[in-house]
């Protein structure tokens, strides 16, 4: 099953299924031909508001779900009867979470509890953490609204939780990399060349002595679509700054990651790992901030080391 955002292409096969489920919703005959849900669903697809669920094998659309970032609520949600019990809901309402604001309260309007046909939707908003607050009438008929109360919790800049944002990132013309606008606090340049930016970091990431990145000059955003030539170009450079951290840290190993989730310009993160590091058998802690330097003067000599190592290996 694959959860990815609702395109146009999908608009069809999502006014299919609210058709399929309008007995349930009462209120409209057939809501898929219903033009105010037609508009709806139009709108949640433009704004990257709505999720759908795929089956892998048949390539088929199991169900969607709508929501609105700018009133933190879940507005549409359904699964085609023949794909319940498989998971789509739980995966769909998850997904859809990610990308509303869990420090304010989230907000569904849904079946009240003597509604057999909604009794499915009341679980699965429960086992999310949804509690009725509030009885209402909605297009005439009986409902209650729902809600997940704030809950702040341990997020990143991934694209799970602010995706709009991230995909206008992605294009060269609103890269904050191109547009001058990378440097951020406590990044330090260890050396800028006419292929990459090699950039150390204090505190650096996970408490690891070392931790650094390094970034294509050129925008990039999917390493699977650069030009053969200038992926090359870059893993040498990636290739040569590891060599070089590696003799200045003492480490065991160098791990490499190309995550790009939270900086949509493509660039690899180097993690030294050390027989004494935080992490035996599991993955790194990004979000851990305490720093692994003695003081900022050992931060400092550190990105000397390295630009002494790396202008070596240029020789």
């Not at 709108?43 to 089956?55: F, M, Q, R």
């Not at 989230?106 to 003597?114: A, G």
């Not at 060269?172 to 330090?188: D, F, I, S, T, Y």
């Not at 490499?256 to 599991?282: K, Q, T, V, W």
């Amino acid at each position: 099953m694959l959860i990815r955002w609702a395109g146009e292409k999908d608009l069809q096969a999502w006014y299919a299924l609210a058709t399929e489920v309008s007995p349930v919703f009462e209120h409209l005959a057939d809501m898929g031909a219903d033009p105010q849900f037609m508009a709806f669903a139009e709108s949640a697809v433009g704004k990257y508001e709505a999720l759908t669920a795929i089956d892998y094998m048949s390539g088929l659309n199991m169900g969607f779900i709508g929501f609105s970032r700018q009133n933190n609520s879940i507005l549409w949600f359904a699964v085609s009867e023949k794909y319940r019990g498989k998971g789509a809901g739980n995966r769909l309402l998850k997904t859809a979470l990610r990308q509303l604001d869990t420090n304010k309260d989230i907000t569904v309007t849904t079946f009240r509890e003597d509604y057999p046909s909604g009794k499915a939707a009341r679980v699965l908003y429960e086992n999310f953490g949804f509690v009725e607050s509030k009885l209402l009438m909605y297009d005439g008929l009986p409902r209650c609204e729902m809600t997940r109360q704030a809950s702040p919790e341990k997020r990143g800049n991934s694209f799970h939780y602010r995706y709009p944002e991230f995909i206008r990132e992605s294009q060269k013309e609103h890269c904050p990399v191109c547009n001058a606008e990378r440097a951020l606090g406590g990044q330090h340049d260890i050396e800028v060349n006419d292929k990459v930016w090699i950039v150390a970091e204090y505190p650096g990431q996970g408490r690891l002595f070392g931790k650094m990145y390094v970034m294509p000059v050129n925008h990039a955003f999917h390493f699977e679509d650069m030009p053969k030539a200038e992926a090359e170009a870059f893993m040498s450079e990636v290739r040569r700054a590891g060599r070089a951290l590696r003799k200045v840290t003492g480490a065991v190993k160098i791990n490499y990651e190309m995550h790009s989730n939270s900086g949509a310009h493509l660039h690899i993160h180097l993690f030294p790992r050390y027989p004494d590091d935080d992490y035996p058998g599991m993955s790194i802690d990004v979000l851990q901030k305490d720093t692994p330097y003695e003081s900022f003067e050992e931060f400092l000599w550190f990105v000397e080391r390295m630009r002494e190592e790396l202008c070596a290996d240029a020789i």
